[in-house]
Structures are given as C-alpha cells and as structure tokens.
C-alpha cells in the first residue's frame, strides 16, 4: 500500500472511488474534483493498492472555523496558509474497508496539518461515525448547518495543543 497526493490525472479514480462510496445526492462530481484538483491537489491523501487506488481522504485549508456547504463547490475558498484543515470527504471503496485504510490516511492528514502550523481538522459526518473519529481525538460540536445531500451532519474538530 501507498500513500501519495493526488494530480488532476487521478480525476477519474477519485470520482469512481466517490461515487462507489456515497449515495449519489451526496457524492462530489467529476467537475468538483476537477476544480479541487485544479487548485489543492495537495489536501488529498491516496491510498494505492498496486495501481488500484482504494481509499482516499480530501478538503482544503482555510481561515474559516466552520466547514461550509458552499467549501465543496468553490475550490477558490482554499487558502493554503489557512489555519483549519476541511476535510470533506474519508472514502475506501467496499472490498477494503475494515481493514485500516482510511485510518492510515486520516492519521497522514493530521500530521500534515500539524507540520503546516494548522490549528487542527474539522470535518461532518452522520451519527454512526461520530465514535470513530472520536478514536482520533475529533471532537462532535453538535449537528452543523450542513444541508448536504439532504441528511443531517455533526460537525466535529480536532484541535491541536499549542
């Protein structure tokens, strides 16, 4: 297995990772990857069995302390000395989940936030999630603003000490 960032000639694997992992009304577009891709290729952590691209996780660094609908269609509202570390979407596609890959690239996302001087991680997710991302020292803040794909989201946070 290996880790590495993406580039836009990932566009494809990433969108049929994603949309193998998330039911269609909550899946990003190949023209949102593209746009993210275009602009921070290097907030997505990949994770490659051989050339199989099997698990990845995305999101883009910004100022802004909450993680925003509007953030995963406008790429532009990425700011690459931002002090907060989005992270939109944790995907392993069926075959490999239960078996460590999407911890392995969530614990490479948060080291790299900590050596970019970050504050920490915010990212959503449903109920059922919350106790493992808990297990990483997220936080839940309570259910987030969030209207995405039509569910309800609980923000959390991961913070770092200074």
């Known amino acids: 297995m290996e880790i590495r960032k993406a580039t836009i000639q ?8 994603e949309a193998e992992c998330f039911p269609a ?18 907030h997505f952590w990949l994770l ?9 996780v995305n999101g883009m660094a910004t100022d802004t302390s909450e993680l ?3 953030m995963y269609e406008n790429a532009e509202m990425h700011n690459p000395d931002g002090k907060w570390q989005m992270i939109f979407g944790v ?16 614990k490479q996302a948060i080291e790299d936030a900590k050596a970019q001087g970050r504050k920490g991680l915010v990212l959503t997710c449903k109920d059922r999630l919350v106790p493992y991302y ?5 936080v839940n803040e309570g259910v987030s603003g969030s209207v995405h794909g039509g569910v309800v989201w609980n923000q959390m946070r991961l913070r770092f000490q200074k």
């Open 10 to 17: 990932d566009l494809a694997a990433v969108t049929a990772v």
């Open 25 to 42: 009304a909550e899946a990003a577009t190949e023209e949102d990857f593209r746009g993210r891709l275009s602009v921070y290729p290097e």
């Open 48 to 56: 490659f069995d051989q050339d199989k691209l099997v698990s990845f």
């Open 68 to 70: 925003l609908d509007e």
């Open 91 to 106: 995907n392993t596609i069926p075959a490999y989940r239960k078996r460590g890959c999407a911890a392995l690239l969530i």
């Open 134 to 138: 808990a297990k990483f020292g997220f």
